[in-house]
């Protein structure tokens, strides 16, 4: 799908610097970047909490808005305004995921998963019950429910690991909660 008309005023109303311009850009967009924000987070297991989100929108906002708004300047128009900047967005929320994911010092990794001998007890009743779940599941399924629920890999990192195509690890490990579940999807 081509730029619309509506999404091309607005750009080049951004452009030019325009009054409200960039206010009615994040009205019509903020929405979406935070879909993205949320989609990213959820395939690679992170939880975020509000100010997360909050950053990391202002991350793409600005992003989007330095120098001169250049990302608005390279966009050619091929696909839809709103798909340009899902790409934009996801680039954008997964370098700061990773960086963050980084900036952990693995002491206060290791402090705050060993802070409690409770939580330390229901992690571990939460595993046996977790490696119980899988042996129920044939060899496949349980090696992709293994390496998202406990390893933490993303969609496509499961894909290149077990061959399977990136678009049907989500499907699977749908169909494989809701079987547990005893829910009828599966």
């Known amino acids: 799908m081509a730029l619309s008309n509506i999404d091309q005023t607005l750009m080049e109303r951004c452009l030019a610097k325009k009054p409200r311009a960039w206010e009615d850009f994040v009205d019509r967009f903020m929405g979406l970047v935070m879909h ?17 989100r ?80 899988l042996a129920r599941l044939d060899t496949a399924e349980a090696e992709v429910v293994r390496m998202y629920h406990l390893e933490g890999k993303s969609y496509q990192e499961i894909g290149q690991s077990t061959g399977m195509p990136v678009n049907s690890v989500g499907p699977m490990l749908s169909r494989v909660r809701s079987r547990l579940r005893g829910q009828p999807n599966a």
């Not at 987070?41 to 909490?49: D, H, V």
């Not at 202002?58 to 709103?82: C, H, M, P, Q, Y």
């Open 54 to 133: 909050e950053d990391l929108a202002a991350e793409v906002l600005l992003t989007i808005i330095e120098n001169d708004f250049a990302v608005l300047r390279r966009f050619r128009g091929k696909s839809s305004l709103a798909t340009y900047l899902t790409v934009v967005a996801r680039r954008v929320v997964v370098r700061k995921l990773l960086e963050n994911r980084r900036a952990t010092p693995l002491s206060e990794v290791a402090e705050t998963a060993l802070a409690d001998d409770a939580e330390v007890e229901r992690r571990m009743t939460d595993r046996e019950e977790v490696e119980h779940l």
């Open 36 to 52: 993205v924000i949320n989609h990213t987070a959820q395939c690679r297991s992170i939880l975020l909490s509000a100010p997360d």
